[in-house]
């Protein structure tokens, strides 16, 4: 003690030695001066990423301003585009585009005849089971009183609940049915959602403003599991909230939970675990994650929007699971999509929270606003009556038996495709699957080598990266007889003539996604993307060399 208060005293002695005789105007300038150097040296210092990899970005930065490797980019950037752009015309058989309305209104057989030919372009059908995800039932009779009740509610708006009671009831009892499905109490609330990413980047406003005005964090923080879906990347760069990618375990692939832990400071508004994952269909240790959050006073997050309407059934169907929802008492919101296993329209999943308290925070209300007092629960304001009432047409057509039923048959076939792609030599199964995802990849060859030759005989996979892999999301179209058959032994048939027959040539997939892997500038990767996104929205049955 004596020595801390003797270095103490000297240091007080050497900060008058070299303010002796300055001027106060002089000390103060300086001070604050070195003040804003440290500071802004901490925040150099200090951020997600280390100073190497901001080095290299900005290093790559630099030298897409050399002339030359401007032009060489620009260039290629159009090439992809118009090769994008000639694929898409090619689903749609070169036929030309409508850029103006008609001079007369079309006849409504007309509508009818032009419209079946749209929806009949396309190389893939779905009814046959040869998509993953995608369609996730596609039965008629379920069809058919989805849109009709769609079509008794396509003028209706939830926005107001005062002309359209019977839609503001329904989805009332669409959110109630939810959270008693996961298993929450009285107090367990919700909202209808456009998708599951609205979900979730509700959820993250939600936990965002309960920071900052609850809590007082002035820079509110994220970790999510490397595997979560990018919808939270999406929700972070929307709210300015900064994102924490915490890494998974490489052969589980569910999240490290040490790595979580460490990760955690008093910034931290939210942990987020997945039910399951959507890249290899993982369930992460939810219980663990939401012993983390009482731990430390956070809010826990499931995102179940791929699997909500398969996992609160799979112990009745005979596949029994860890908890995962509200009997986790760390669990504090769930995001499910009715509009995947729940077989309700596109354009429909539900946000739940274990108590009022969270949802507050997530609405939006403007109180001063000359046109009235404006309040909603979600980001859109008008919402289509006709989806909250096929949703809710959807969940009580099927009832729990129903989807009982179907996630029996679901999980059946998932397992059996499983087992039938861990048997096949020169390919690997991912993590173990706890659900309806199947993911694999391969130490002998270029897996998007597969999903390229697949895609020509018929399906539709999902590409995965880092590590390379695809994946099949198994639905109610591949329980039919005969598909899963049929795709474990298409996977067996072209793993073994690819290692028989090593191709030099790569397909798409292969070319394009090895490209991406091997960018190390990941910027120039998402510019690759907006070329594909420019090319979804072209009206031009083909493009020249100069046009930009």
Known sequence: MEA???????????????????????????????????????????????LLERGKKKFFKLARKVPVVKDRIEKEMEKLTVSMIDDLNKAVNNTSYLTELPENGWSPERIMEEAAQYIQFGRFKWETGCASGTVYNGNQALTDIMTKVYGMSAWTNPLHPDVFPGVRKMEAEVVRMCCTLFNGDTKSCGCMTAGGTESIILACKAYRDYAINVRGIKSPE?????????????????????IKHVPIDPVTMKVDMKAMKSMINRNTCMLV???????????????????????????VHVDSCL???????????????????????????????THKYGYAPKGSSVIMYREAK????????????????????TIAGSRSGGIVAASWAALVYHGRQGYVDYTRKI????????????????IFVCGKPDVSVVAFGSNKFNIYNLSDIMTKRGWNLNTLQFPSSI?????????QPGVADRFINDVREVTEDILKNPSKDVGENAALYGMAQSIPDRALVGELAWCYLDAVYSTKLSIGPSMK
Request: net charge negative; proline share 6%.
């Open 307 to 337: 699997g909500g309407f398969l996992i609160p059934f799979m112990e009745e169907a005979g596949y029994p699971l860890p908890l995962f929802d509200f009997r986790v008492t760390g669990v504090t919101s769930i995001s499910a999509d």
């Open 4 to 50: 801390f208060q003797d270095y103490l005293v000297m240091a007080q002695e050497y900060v008058n030695h070299i303010c002796d005789g300055k001027p106060a105007w002089e000390i103060i300038l300086r001070t604050a001066g070195a003040t804003i150097i440290l500071m802004w040296a901490k925040n150099f210092l200090f951020r997600d990423e280390s």
């Open 358 to 377: 969270w949802r507050h925070h997530q609405f939006f209300v403007t109180p001063d606003w000359q046109g009235g007092i404006y309040a909603t629960a």
């Open 222 to 242: 994220m970790l999510v599991p490397a595997s979560s879906h990018a919808a939270f990347d999406k929700g972070a760069q929307l709210l300015s909230v900064r």
């Open 273 to 299: 675990g997945s039910a399951p994952q959507f890249p290899h269909g993982v369930i992460d240790p939810i219980e663990e994650i939401a012993a983390l959050g009482i731990k430390y006073n956070i809010p």
């Open 411 to 426: 999980i059946q076939t998932a397992k059996k495709i499983e087992e039938g792609c861990r048997a096949i030599p020169g």
């Open 471 to 479: 994946h099949l999301a198994v639905t109610v179209l591949h329980t």
